[in-house]
């Protein structure tokens, strides 16, 4: 069975060319979102398995947003991106929770499918 991934993203040319990798990976993109707020509303109504955050959002950051999804009782697994290479470190995304950080340039060769389906 497919993986529910949340897509989080401010630029839709940006949030359809993802979602295209991730359904051709075998994920199941159940919702896309472009701020917090509307990310928010889209994991209470969907209830994803995994999101994947952009870090920089109109409303907000993906770091605050991925702190608001992992204290949900389903605990998405979280991947971050950017088009910044060091808007994430390694200690952040540990110190979150959260699986990685991939840059965007990255995501195409990134595993997004081990990284986003549940164990």
């Not at 990798?21 to 199941?28: C, K």
């Not at 992992?70 to 998405?76: D, G, N, V």
């Not at 979150?96 to 990255?106: I, N, Q, S, W």
Request: charged share 20%; no cysteine; hydrophobic share 50%.
């Amino acid at each position: 069975m497919a993986g529910s991934v949340l897509v989080v993203d401010d630029d839709p040319e940006f949030r359809g060319l993802v979602t295209r990798m991730l359904v051709a990976g075998g994920l199941s993109v159940v919702a896309e979102a472009e701020s917090v707020a509307t990310a928010i509303e889209a994991a209470h109504t969907h209830r994803p398995e995994a999101a994947l955050l952009d870090v920089g959002l109109p409303d907000g950051d993906g770091i605050s947003l991925a702190r608001v999804l992992l204290a949900l009782p389903w605990r998405p697994r979280i991947v971050l991106t950017s088009t910044d290479p060091d808007a994430a470190s390694h200690l952040d995304v540990t110190a979150l929770g959260a699986e990685a950080f991939v840059p965007k340039d990255d995501l195409p060769n990134a595993s997004l499918h081990d990284l986003l389906t549940p164990r």
